[in-house]
C-alpha cells in the first residue's frame, strides 16, 4: 500500500505561481512513475504531468511550457512548479503514484486525497 500526502495548494491570482508538494509513503520502493492529475466538476481526471524513476517527464499540452514536475527518489517526493496560472487551472489536483503488479503485467495506481488549487481575481 502506497500512501499520498499532498501540501502546498490555495488560492492564487492570475499569472501567479504555485508549488504543489507530494510525500509517498509505505510500500515505495517499487514505484515506476509519479505524476499529478486534476479533475473538475462534470470532468473526467485528466493527466497533468507524470515523471518517471529515471526522471522523464510527460506533460498535458495546455500545461507544456507553465508546469515543470521534479522528483526525489531518495525521498520519494513529487513536485509540481506551476507557473503562469490561469483560471482554466482551477480544479482539484491529485498526487499520483503507480507500481507493477507482482508479475509486471499490469499495475496499480494509488492516489492522494486531492487539494484545491483555485486562480481568481
Known amino acids: 500500500q502506497v500512501r499520498l500526502v499532498e501540501s502546498g495548494g490555495g488560492t492564487v491570482q492570475p499569472g501567479g505561481s504555485l508549488r504543489l508538494s507530494c510525500a509517498a509513503s509505505?510500500?515505495?520502493?517499487?514505484?515506476?512513475?509519479m505524476g499529478w492529475y486534476r479533475q473538475g466538476p462534470g470532468e473526467q481526471r485528466e493527466l497533468v504531468a507524470t515523471i518517471t524513476s529515471s526522471n522523464s517527464a510527460n506533460y498535458a499540452d495546455s500545461v507544456k511550457g507553465r508546469f515543470t514536475i521534479s522528483r526525489d527518489n531518495a525521498k520519494n517526493t513529487v513536485d509540481l512548479q506551476m507557473d503562469s496560472l490561469n483560471a482554466e487551472d482551477t480544479d482539484v489536483y491529485y498526487c499520483?503514484?503507480?507500481?507493477?503488479?507482482?508479475?509486471?503485467?499490469?499495475?496499480?495506481?494509488?492516489w492522494g486525497p486531492g487539494t484545491q488549487v483555485t486562480v481568481s481575481s
Open positions: 499520483n503514484a503507480r507500481s507493477p503488479s507482482r508479475t509486471g503485467a499490469f499495475y496499480y495506481d494509488y
Open positions: 509505505g510500500s515505495t520502493r517499487n514505484i515506476i512513475s
